[in-house]
């Protein structure tokens, strides 16, 4: 009966389903980040050297140490997409963080010596002044270090598909293999 069942899941199963360990799709020269199993979710950055039906070889970052993952370690595989630069947010974060510190400033510096009898309070001039002095650097300021800072895209690699193998036992009984393909 057992060997029936194996017998109609081979058969019946598409052969994308039956075989037990798919090739990722990733190529030699692809950067990458794997992330391991064990120790839960420990992830490696570096460049792919070579790939096996059942390991990827890559030379790590920054060390350039040459390492062999086995796929059954694998939790999930990102490739690389690119650097980015970030000259708007630091624009943005930066006038931001500028305007508030000069309004806050201008507000401090003029202390008590603003009133000036009839004339009012020249307290939120002072203030506004301070914003647009303190937005104007932080535009400055904020557009150099976003045009300096760097950031990887990555992209997850989904897996595909699940791979499902059956055989039987030596011992007798049966054998289940689910296996995932990047």
């Known amino acids: 009966m057992r060997c029936l069942v194996v017998a109609a899941i081979t058969c019946l199963a598409p052969p994308s389903i039956v ?17 391991e199993v064990v120790p839960r979710g420990t992830s490696r950055r570096g460049t792919v050297v070579a790939r096996s039906r059942d390991t990827v070889v890559m030379r790590l970052d920054p060390e350039g140490e040459t390492v062999s993952i086995s796929l059954a370690q694998i ?14 947010a ?30 009012g309070n020249f307290t939120g001039l002072y ?37 499902l193998s059956a ?6 009984g049966l054998v289940v293999a689910v296996s995932r393909r990047f």
């Open 167 to 172: 055989r039987p036992h030596e011992l007798g």
């Open 127 to 163: 203030a506004l002044i301070g914003a647009g002095i303190g937005g104007a650097a932080g535009i400055a300021v904020g557009g150099m270090i976003g045009a300096t800072r760097k950031t990887e895209r990555w992209e997850r690699l989904p897996a595909s598909q699940w791979s």
């Open 19 to 35: 075989s037990a360990q798919a090739t990722p799709a990733i190529d030699s020269g692809v950067r990458v980040r794997i992330t």
């Open 90 to 119: 630091g624009i943005g974060v930066g006038f931001l963080a500028g305007a508030a510190t000069g309004a806050l400033a201008g507000a401090l510096s003029c202390g008590g010596s603003c009133r000036t009898g009839s004339d």
């Open 75 to 88: 939790s999930g595989i990102d490739v690389s997409r690119g650097v980015r630069r970030h000259p708007i």
